[in-house]
């Protein structure tokens, strides 16, 4: 009973890891957007070159696009950074480990068995954490229905948590 109290526990955080990790990707996102996009055709519908209400059509439908939760540009990119950041966090344990054990070092692989003992273990994570039945969209109206301020110290904590992952990787690559 414990341990799948603790589970929960651990789901639970990794599935706000990943929607702090989306919230800053959306913003990041309609950021770039706004200023490569929005910014040039508002100065050209203010001369008088491009309809504006056309134009505030296409601007919402772009951004609501853009941020979907079920598939769009960000969803894959914070996917992409969730199978990073397990997979720098692997990494790293697997450096310590050799440390530790030498002849359990995975130095002696070649490139293609590395990603594939890599694979074998970040992926089963990420899908059973979030994607299996897409938990993960549960979890997402639950977490929007909290308060902006504490979604956005959760999208800082995962920033600072895939900093940290890579910074502990580096450390752990100059100590072996």
């Given at each position: 009973?414990?341990?799948?109290?603790?589970?929960?526990?651990?789901?639970?955080?990794?599935?706000?890891?990943?929607?702090?990790?989306?919230?800053?990707?959306?913003?990041?996102?309609?950021?770039?957007?706004?200023?490569?996009?929005?910014?040039?055709?508002?100065?050209?519908?203010?001369?008088?070159?491009?309809?504006?209400?056309?134009?505030?059509?296409?601007n919402k439908?772009?951004?609501?696009?853009?941020?979907?939760?079920?598939?769009?540009?960000?969803?894959?990119?914070?996917?992409?950074?969730?199978?990073?950041?397990?997979?720098?966090?692997?990494?790293?344990?697997?450096?310590?480990?050799?440390?530790?054990?030498?002849?359990?070092?995975?130095?002696?692989?070649?490139?293609?068995?590395?990603?594939?003992?890599?694979?074998?273990?970040?992926v089963p994570?990420?899908?059973?954490?979030?994607?299996?039945?897409?938990?993960?969209?549960?979890?997402?109206?639950?977490?929007?229905?909290?308060?902006?301020?504490?979604?956005?110290?959760?999208?800082?904590?995962?920033?600072?948590?895939?900093?940290?992952?890579?910074?502990?990787?580096?450390?752990?690559?100059?100590?072996?």
């Amino acid at each position: 009973m414990y341990a799948v109290f603790q589970m929960k526990k651990i789901t639970y955080i990794w599935t706000r890891l990943y929607y702090g990790l989306f919230l800053y990707h959306s913003w990041t996102q309609i950021l770039f957007h706004k200023a490569l996009w929005v910014i040039p055709i508002r100065f050209l519908c203010k001369l008088g070159i491009l309809n504006k209400e056309r134009f505030d059509g296409l601007n919402k439908e772009v951004a609501r696009s853009l941020t979907d939760e079920r598939i769009s540009i960000v969803i894959l990119i914070t996917d992409a950074t969730m199978l990073a950041f397990t997979a720098l966090i692997v990494f790293t344990i697997a450096n310590l480990i050799s440390l530790l054990i030498p002849c359990a070092s995975l130095a002696h692989l070649n490139r293609f068995e590395f990603i594939l003992v890599t694979s074998i273990l970040i992926v089963p994570i990420n899908y059973y954490a979030l994607w299996r039945k897409d938990k993960y969209l549960e979890r997402f109206k639950e977490f929007r229905k909290s308060s902006s301020l504490r979604n956005w110290i959760w999208a800082i904590i995962s920033i600072s948590a895939v900093i940290l992952a890579l910074l502990l990787f580096i450390l752990s690559l100059h100590l072996m």
